[in-house]
T-cell receptor
Framework: RKEVEQDPGPFNVPEGATVAFNCTYS??????FFWYRQDCRKEPKLLMS???SGNEDGRFTAQLNRASQYISLLIRDSKLSDSATYLC?????????FGAGTRLTVKP | DAGVTQSPTHLIKTRGQQVTLRCSPI?????VSWYQQVLGQGPQFIFQ???????GRGNFPDRFSARQFPNYSSELNVNALLLGDSALYLC?????????????FGEGSRLTVL
């Protein structure tokens, strides 16, 4: 089993749709959690950290469920500019583990 | 302000050769991490250096080595190149130890091994 698993997609959604990505992790001792965004042939960039209580940044909401060892990202009112690959990242003991990413395409 | 800079951006090597990749972190950042990204996969952690000391190592063979210099720049060396080493090599800098704050990635060095 991979340490960080994501649905690879692709998710193809119309503008304005709400889309949710899930990510599961295997190490229950994991300490920090993040979502990064990577545009085609570009470097990853931090989208948001994920906190135990859940957190929101505009149209983006991240949730963490430690008991079930999964992380989610919800995107509301999708924009064309949200098209990218979303990487789930889990940190434990100096080791950052990236998922393979979920590809999102938002269409007009 | 300059972001993370990496060089070279592209390079082609043959099997058995050696390669050195370079990274300059954002000014004030003391941590540099190296990642390997194969097409269609997420980045895989190779090394982290903080304050010139190795602070973490991923599951890569001893052919991979790295170091950090007093000015916090870093080099990644790969010896005895294999075809499977073909990938995008990303460098990321951060203020502190990775996992605590944001990682800022460079645009990467794309290595092709023939």
């Amino acid at each position: 089993r991979k340490e960080v698993e994501q649905d690879p997609g692709p998710f193809n959604v119309p503008e304005g749709a709400t889309v949710a990505f899930n990510c599961t992790y295997s190490n229950s001792a994991s300490q920090s959690f993040f979502w990064y965004r990577q545009d085609c042939r570009k470097e990853p960039k931090l989208l948001m950290s994920v906190y135990s209580s859940g957190n929101e940044d505009g149209r983006f909401t991240a949730q963490l469920n430690r008991a079930s060892q999964y992380i989610s990202l919800l995107i509301r009112d999708s924009k064309l500019s949200d098209s990218a690959t979303y990487l789930c990242v889990v940190y434990n003991n100096n080791d950052m583990r990236f998922g393979a990413g979920t590809r999102l395409t938002v269409k007009p | 302000d300059a972001g993370v800079t990496q060089s070279p951006t592209h390079l082609i090597k043959t099997r058995g050769q050696q390669v050195t990749l370079r990274c300059s972190p954002i000014s004030g950042h003391k941590s540099v991490s190296w990642y390997q990204q194969v097409l269609g996969q997420g980045p895989q952690f190779i090394f982290q250096y903080y304050e010139k000391e190795e602070r973490g190592r991923g599951n890569f063979p001893d052919r991979f080595s790295a170091r950090q210099f007093p000015n916090y720049s870093s080099e990644l060396n790969v010896n005895a190149l294999l075809l499977g080493d073909s990938a995008l090599y990303l460098c990321a800098s951060s203020l502190g130890i990775q996992g605590v704050g944001e990682l800022f990635f460079g645009e990467g060095s794309r290595l092709t091994v023939l």
